[in-house]
């Protein structure tokens, strides 16, 4: 799956601040069991430093998953809004 949006999607989960299982899937991107194993593999890791997860995993620690940083993602999600800006401004001319 190659979406042409997928750093805005990233930039949207990081602003979110926590991320499920399918938000997993769409950061990425992936299916059910491998969003499922990473969330587990997170959960595990903030466990082990004496933390508890509620609603979801921190977005930040999918970051190394993608092996982008925060600031990356802002960039390419602004990258992606210029260009289809510009898309859609050379279609509405």
Same mark, same amino acid.
């Given at each position: 799956m190659c979406r042409s949006d997928i750093n805005n999607v990233r930039e949207d989960i990081l602003l979110k601040g926590y991320a499920s299982v399918t938000d997993v899937m769409k950061?990425?991107?992936c299916g *059910?069991?491998?969003a499922k194993k990473i969330i587990d593999e997170i959960t595990k890791m903030v466990e082990e430093k004496g933390k508890r997860v509620f609603i979801g995993i921190r977005s930040v620690y999918l970051l190394p998953y993608v092996e982008l940083t925060e600031t990356q993602v802002?960039? *390419?999600?602004?990258?992606e809004r210029e260009k289809m800006a510009a898309k859609e401004e050379k279609n509405g001319k």
């Open positions: 950061f990425i991107p *059910y069991d491998k802002h960039k *390419y999600a602004e990258l």
